[in-house]
């Protein structure tokens, strides 16, 4: 579903991607993991076309990204994407039901029994029930990333990001959500890429996981892989220490 080739990205003079290769299947859960400043945010933003490469390209289910221009990167994010950022990102201003509604009512012409429909699915898919009328402040950590879980998947995209999806979040809420991310990526069966430093959320939740060190992946493999690997990057990230090269 996603091939990165060779990608580069320099930003304020400091080179903050290096040459990232790496493939994302179709129906799995790819977590990208490594410390805070490692580039993931970054490469995110490459996947999504919010940046540019330097060097090198990125591949969607096909279509080679390198030169669509801003209208067809944005047809490309209706038509595949979905993306659940760091806090959960709420409009503090809508209520539940307009959060999640908003892509519908904005950019397809269902109708209001239509879109209650898929509201009512989607919450029901997070684990949500009547709330469709409380506002984002009344809301726990939990449940606003829940509610931006459900607003994520409302479209139906091929391509689910998540940006740092526990973050900030105490460790019962964070198992929460980490179970509830790996049971919505079962039942839709969608791609899932996940960008954390948790390493439970990693671990956990994806098929592969991909170590992201000093711009360039060092190490990608199975968790359990990941877990045996001898590389001296991910040995010190698991045991949570800094790498001393």
């Not at 799995?28 to 805070?36: D, K, L, R, V």
């Not at 939990?142 to 940006?163: C, E, N, S, T, Y």
């Not at 190490?219 to 690997?229: N, Q, V, Y």
Request: charged share 25%; with cysteine; net charge neutral.
């Amino acid at each position: 579903m996603i091939e990165i080739v060779g990608l580069e990205k320099t930003i304020d003079g400091q080179q903050v991607l290096k040459g990232i290769n790496l493939t994302m299947d179709t129906g799995e859960t790819t977590a990208i993991i490594g410390s805070s400043g490692a580039g993931k945010s970054v490469l995110l933003k490459h996947i999504i076309g919010l940046l540019k490469p330097d060097k090198g390209r990125v591949i969607i289910d096909g279509i080679d990204t390198t030169n669509l221009n801003a209208r067809k990167w944005m047809e490309l994010r209706k038509e595949k994407f979905g993306m659940l950022f760091q806090d959960g990102a709420l409009f503090d201003s809508m209520n539940v039901y307009e959060n999640v509604s908003f892509f519908l009512v904005q950019h397809t012409k269902l109708s209001r029994k239509e879109i209650d429909e898929k509201v009512q699915e989607k919450l029901q898919i997070v684990g949500l029930e009547d709330v469709e009328a409380k506002m984002p402040s009344d809301l726990s950590g939990g449940m606003k990333r829940r509610v931006a879980l459900a607003r994520a998947i409302i479209a139906d995209p091929q391509i689910l990001l998540f940006d740092e999806p526990t973050v900030g979040l105490d460790p019962i809420i964070c198992a929460s959500i980490i179970e509830l991310i790996k049971r919505t990526q079962e039942r839709l069966g969608i791609t899932f890429v996940l960008v954390t430093h948790n390493i439970l959320a990693g671990f956990s939740i994806a098929q592969k996981v991909a170590m992201l060190y000093d711009g360039k992946i060092v190490a990608s493999g199975t968790s359990d892989e990941m877990r045996d690997s001898g590389n001296p990057v991910v040995q010190a990230f698991l045991k949570g220490v800094v790498f001393a090269s």
